[in-house]
């Protein structure tokens, strides 16, 4: 192996090393941080459609999976209680019941 090589294998190892301490800092070990949920499965909650959606989606749902965030802001897979709508909605668009 030439110095050069040597060199450009030792940088690759020091990122790959910091690569991984980065990781179990943020938790998880894939490079995501832990993300807390508001809402606990089979909660009652009440969701409220943003201005694109479909107003007749308002009212009460309980959540069926917490799901990994998007943006910042965390998911939810929500059934309605009224039918058998079921929904991925975020976390800023629900509230208690």
Same mark, same amino acid.
């Given at each position: 192996m030439?110095p ?7 940088y690759?190892?020091a990122?790959?090393s910091?690569?991984?301490?980065l990781?179990?800092?943020?938790g998880r !070990?894939?490079?995501r ?6 809402f606990?499965? !089979?909660?009652a909650?009440?969701?409220s459609? !943003?201005?694109f ?12 999976s917490l799901l990994?965030?998007?943006?910042g802001d965390?998911?939810? @897979? ?6 058998a709508?079921? @929904?991925?909605v975020?976390?800023?668009?629900l509230?208690?019941r």
């Amino acid at each position: 192996m030439t110095p050069k090589n040597k060199a450009t294998g030792i940088y690759v190892d020091a990122i790959l090393s910091r690569r991984g301490a980065l990781m179990a800092q943020r938790g998880r !070990g894939r490079g995501r941080p832990v993300a807390t949920h508001k809402f606990a499965v !089979g909660a009652a909650v009440f969701y409220s459609p !943003g201005i694109f959606e479909s107003a007749s989606a308002k009212g009460v749902y309980r959540v069926v999976s917490l799901l990994p965030s998007e943006g910042g802001d965390n998911q939810y @897979r929500v059934k309605s209680d009224t039918g058998a709508h079921e @929904r991925v909605v975020c976390e800023s668009q629900l509230s208690l019941r």
